[in-house]
């Protein structure tokens, strides 16, 4: 909007602004470091204030020396505001409008000191640049060093409500936008109608995140409750937050280098911010997240998490934090889970208690989800271990073994804390369970000074039953465990043998009758193949159960072995809760009596031990 018809009339000299009309100034108005030599009369026919001050001050001297420090907009608006009072030719803009309709209003410039007055012509001028997306973004930009006076005259709640209703209708943008660009995208990449620029080709969702992140914090966090107040998707107010704060903190800034090709902007056009104003951030950042499972990515939670902690942000936040993350573990990556120690205490190289409360917190959120379907337990393990074996929970399982794999070569980890974390995951979670072996087995390696009890506690936390042949295989020549739990390996993996072996004679024999029985059929039918032998699947078999064979002794001679280093036959009595009858000690040794076959009852026995002792 241009206001005045005249030409030019003001010129600085120094730090003084001069009048070039020809008539000695009779008034100085002193701002900041700036002085203004004008004339009376041109500024009290527009402004009640500067006419009272004027009356007030003595015509002693030959001059009146006004001071206006407090002027909203300072120098640069007082200049505008007497060009309007002579009549020189200006030109209101977005950026200039606010701090000028700020100064008219502390001057009273009203409609009772002239017709067609500055208020009048700034009010005027505002509405229209609430029009336009750009030039509301810039009005509102410009608030932030007048706020006290702005928010007399409710601009900033104006613009910001302005800004909303374009967010929530996209058509009632009439400015260029785009997720890439802010606003200043050339008029190429717009569709036009008669000249008049319309909406962008293509724009997403987030057309308008780059924009409003160059907004300071308190002006943003009012646009972001106001967008939630307009109902804007929850999704679409996350994804503002993540790309708001990853902005602002360089440290989650830095996670953006392989995802966001814009990421290098970041840093390039803002300075970095101070700790304090970090840590402000970031709570305010998750303070303003929706409650929503799943609003924002696991990987960017954990990564507030981490910046948090080491800014030293407030409970409130982290426990917030810890919160949104176990609601969603499942989707965590283990690199992002060593959450590096940095208590008063620094006891452990990884804060293991943060993510004891992230898992506690998903089981809680986990067993809801089962208990709102299901009230019997066992149905419940059935559908979550068995029909969904790459579910949630079994997800979990595997992120907090291969944890526990990496926490335990610490040796301040203690006993307690392991155990625990452990112990939380479920017997029914894990398919196999090698990862909570392989995290036991590197825990034995490195505190050695564990006693047996506390061991063989350890050891529980794993089932015998529930490792894979390459794990027995080790565990039975695992000198760091326990001979009790090694007896229980070697036992199982016969079991499993032995029901193998059984299963495919079982297999086999049925194969054989139906062979015989289509056999027949064919002969009888005239369908049958003298040239082709009936009994090709039941050789397979027998070559399968040959295999087994070679495994199951295999492993006997593994087995003997290890009796020899540990102690032999007796030892596995004994701990088997058998009991050898002594040698008179007047009698000569005797020949090693000839190897004797175990009876049924005894075989029995000894299962019943080892699902004991599991």
């Not at 503002?240 to 704060?245: E, F, I, K, P, W």
Request: hydrophobic letters at 40%; one cysteine or more.
């Amino acid at each position: 909007m241009k206001l005045g018809s005249k030409s030019e009339m003001f010129y600085l000299y120094g730090q003084s602004w001069l009048c070039s009309t020809g008539l000695p100034s009779d008034v100085i108005i002193e701002i900041g470091d700036s002085s203004f030599h004008l004339h009376k009369f041109p500024l009290i026919s527009r402004s009640k204030v500067l006419e009272n001050l004027m009356k007030e001050i003595s015509s002693e001297h030959e001059k009146s020396v006004l001071e206006l420090h407090d002027l909203p907009g300072g120098a640069k608006a007082f200049l505008l505001v007497a060009k309007f009072c002579y009549g020189v030719k200006m030109e209101l803009t977005a950026l200039n409008v606010v701090g000028l309709r700020c100064a008219a209003e502390y001057l009273q410039m009203t409609e009772s000191y002239g017709e067609g007055n500055l208020i009048m012509h700034t009010e005027n001028f505002l509405n229209h640049v609430f029009s336009y997306w750009s030039d509301t973004l810039q009005a509102l930009k410009t608030c932030e060093k007048i706020l006290p006076f702005a928010e007399e005259l409710h601009i900033p709640s104006r613009s910001i409500h302005s800004l909303v209703l374009k967010v929530a209708d996209q058509s009632l943008v009439s400015f260029p936008v785009s997720s890439t660009q802010s606003v200043t995208q050339s008029l190429e990449d717009m569709e036009m109608w008669n000249g008049i620029g319309l909406t962008p080709k293509t724009s997403g969702e987030d057309w308008w995140f780059e924009d409003v992140s160059s907004l300071s914090l308190p002006l943003y966090k009012r646009f972001i409750q106001n967008a939630s107040a307009r109902q804007i998707k929850p999704k679409r107010i996350a994804e503002s937050l993540v790309y708001y704060a990853k902005k602002h903190i360089p440290s989650l800034g830095s996670q953006t280098s392989s995802q966001n090709g814009n990421s290098s902007s970041f840093k390039s056009s803002l300075s970095t911010p101070s700790e304090a104003d970090q840590r402000n951030l970031i709570e305010e950042i998750v303070e303003l997240l929706p409650n929503e499972k799943g609003i924002a990515a696991t990987k960017f939670l954990l990564g507030c998490l981490r910046t948090a902690m080491a800014l030293y942000a407030n409970s409130s936040c982290c426990a917030s934090l810890e919160k949104k993350i176990g609601a969603q573990l499942d989707e965590a990556d283990l690199e992002d889970l060593l959450i590096p120690n940095i208590g008063y205490s620094m006891e452990t190289l990884h804060d293991i208690d943060c993510v004891q409360r992230m898992l506690d917190h998903f089981m809680i959120v986990e067993h809801g989800v089962i208990d709102s379907t299901s009230n019997d337990i066992e149905e419940e393990r059935r559908i979550v271990g068995g029909s969904q074996p790459h579910g949630p929970m079994a997800k979990v399982a595997n992120l907090i073994d291969s944890y526990l794999a990496e926490v335990a070569p610490d040796v301040n980890v203690k006993f307690d804390k392991f155990q625990s974390l452990a112990a939380v995951i479920p017997d029914y979670a894990r398919t196999l369970d090698d990862g909570i072996y392989r995290a036991i087995d590197i825990f034995l390696k490195n505190h050695q000074w564990l006693t047996d009890s506390e061991k063989e506690q350890i050891c529980r936390l794993m089932n015998c039953q529930k490792l894979s042949l390459e794990a027995s295989t080790h565990a039975a020549q695992n000198e760091r465990l326990p001979l009790r739990v090694v007896v229980q390996v070697l036992f199982f993996e016969q079991l499993k043998l032995r029901t193998s072996i059984a299963g495919w004679f079982f297999s086999s024999d049925n194969v054989d009758n139906s062979q015989n029985q289509n056999a027949n059929l064919a002969l009888i039918r005239n369908e049958g193949n003298t040239q082709q032998n009936p009994v090709l699947a039941f050789d397979d078999m027998k070559e399968k159960v040959a295999e087994l064979e070679k495994e199951c002794l295999s492993m006997k001679q593994d087995l003997e072995k290890m009796m020899k280093s540990k102690g032999g036959w007796n030892m596995i009595l004994k701990k088997l809760g058998c009991k050898l009858v002594p040698k008179p000690s007047n009698t000569k040794v005797s020949k090693p009596c000839k190897k004797s076959k175990i009876s049924p009852t005894s075989a029995a026995q000894m299962e019943e031990k080892a699902m004991e002792v599991n």
